[in-house]
């Protein structure tokens, strides 16, 4: 079973509040990434990082920013959060073989 | 640029009715085909890797193989318990970010 936690798994926020979504993994890997899915929708790369001081955007336009500090750890913040970025959040990581394990989600509500 | 079709969008089965799933893939150099299941308000748990064309991989009521052109999801005798969405993805070259995900079949198995 994969070892990868996201928290929390569901926040209804105000329109402008900051907002970090955590994301932990302890299987060592090097590959980490932030994916959005709105229901019923494909999966979309907004972040990904090769590694520890490693981040990219990913293809989806996004408003968020995200940090690599240790292995283990990939947050990803919201400055300023929109109705928009009412969605889904997912974080994976990745083994040498390619298998992306997945959290359970953050359900972001913006009001 | 990498693209992942899947269909039908939706299926809807009694159970015990077997059918296949289907996932069409357009990509340079496929590293891999990675099949999730995944459950409303969850993230997508893995199934199945294949890397090449021929390789066949089981797993309880579920056979995936793999073509130069498509993936199949084959479910033999299911139950409702299989209900939920089928994900496709593909693993393209060797960088880090280039897991491309289908849009999903979602399948209900009816008693």
């Known amino acids: 079973e994969a070892d990868i936690y996201q928290t929390p798994r569901y926040l209804v926020i105000g329109t402008g509040k900051k907002i970090t979504l955590e994301c932990s993994q302890t299987m060592g890997h090097d590959k980490m990434y932030w994916y959005q899915q709105d229901p019923g929708m494909e999966l979309h790369l907004i972040h990904y990082?090769?590694?520890?001081?490693?981040?990219e955007k990913g293809d989806l336009s996004s408003e968020s920013t995200v940090s690599r500090i240790r292995t283990e750890h990939f947050p990803l913040t919201l400055e300023s959060a929109r109705p928009s970025h009412t969605s889904q959040y997912l974080c994976?990581?990745?083994?040498?073989?390619?298998?992306?394990?997945f959290g359970q989600g953050t359900r972001l509500t913006v009001v | 640029e990498d693209q992942v079709t899947q269909s039908p969008e939706a299926l809807r089965l009694q159970e015990g009715e077997s059918s296949s799933l289907n996932c069409s893939y357009t990509?340079?150099?496929?590293?891999?085909l990675f099949w999730y299941r995944q459950d409303p308000g969850k993230g997508p748990e893995f199934l199945f890797t294949?890397?090449?064309a021929g390789e066949e991989k089981e797993k309880e009521r579920l056979k995936a193989t793999l073509t130069k052109k498509e993936s199949f999801l084959h479910i033999t005798a299911p139950k409702p318990e299989d209900s939920a969405t089928y994900l496709c993805?593909?693993?393209?070259?060797?960088?880090?970010?280039?897991?491309?995900f289908g849009s999903g079949t979602q399948l209900t198995v009816l008693p």
């Open positions: 993805a593909v693993q393209a070259g060797g960088s880090a970010r280039q897991l491309t």
């Open positions: 994976a990581s990745r083994d040498a073989s390619h298998h992306a394990f």
């Open positions: 990082s090769y590694g520890v001081n490693s981040t």
């Open positions: 294949l890397y090449s």
């Open positions: 990509v340079s150099g496929l590293r891999g």
